[in-house]
């Protein structure tokens, strides 16, 4: 592996963004492809997901790898649009209606975003008619949905019954901190993530059994 590409991997996984900055950039000026410092990011960031899934690490950590991860693809993604690569699948991710809770979702969203889907954040406190228009709108293989108050999971639930209710195509993934398999099966949504590192793993895996 070239030099810039190596260091590249380890800065995203010790989360020093000064780092991933200079050896982005440093792969870059050498004509290394997107696509390969790509991987390099991607790579660093599946090793953060492993460490924090096997409780080696925690959400302090991800959180400056994943930061360091966006400092790299500020710079690498104008560059993947021009070479016309982009991600094969697309997420749309927000918090639920009445839920102004943001860590987990981010958190969740960085790190697909390491795992090269296209993002669509839409934030918090989002209605289901919000949702269901930016699927539509963006085509999304994937709807990640949040919802950390169990006096929010009834909104959690509309959600998914309108998304089904109106026949869209796209799986649905949920999670956050009273979220449940259980609940999950009930209202009909094709995946639980009980954590973000997990969160990469489902969401392969629904986007790959469309």
């Known amino acids: 592996m070239i030099a810039s590409l190596q260091i590249l991997t380890e800065s995203i996984k010790t989360g020093k963004r000064k780092e991933a900055k200079a050896a982005t950039e440093a792969a870059i000026e050498a004509n290394v492809p997107p696509e390969e410092i790509l991987n390099a990011l991607s790579s660093g960031m599946a090793d953060v997901g492993r460490r924090f899934k096997a409780n080696e690490i925690f959400v302090p950590e991800v959180l400056v790898a994943a930061r360091a991860m966006q400092t790299s693809m500020a710079l690498l993604e104008p560059l993947l649009v021009k070479s016309g690569i982009e991600p094969e699948h697309t997420v749309v ?13 981010n958190l969740v969203a960085m790190m697909l975003k390491g795992a090269n889907f296209k993002v669509v954040d839409l934030g918090t406190n989002v209605p289901a008619d919000k949702i269901i228009e930016a699927v539509q709108q963006h085509n999304a293989q994937l709807t990640a949905l949040s919802a950390l108050l169990t006096t929010t999971m009834p909104a959690m639930q ?9 026949n869209i195509p796209t799986k649905i993934m949920i999670g956050g901190a009273p979220i449940t398999q259980e609940f999950a099966n009930d209202i009909g949504a094709d995946g639980y993530a009980a954590d973000a590192a997990s969160a990469v793993d489902v969401a392969r895996q629904l986007v790959s059994a469309r």
Do not use: R
């Not at 509309?158 to 109106?166: D, F, G, S």
């Open 93 to 105: 991710i927000g918090t639920v209606e009445g839920d102004l809770h943001d860590i987990g979702k």
């Open 158 to 166: 509309q959600a998914v019954e309108k998304i089904h209710e109106k």
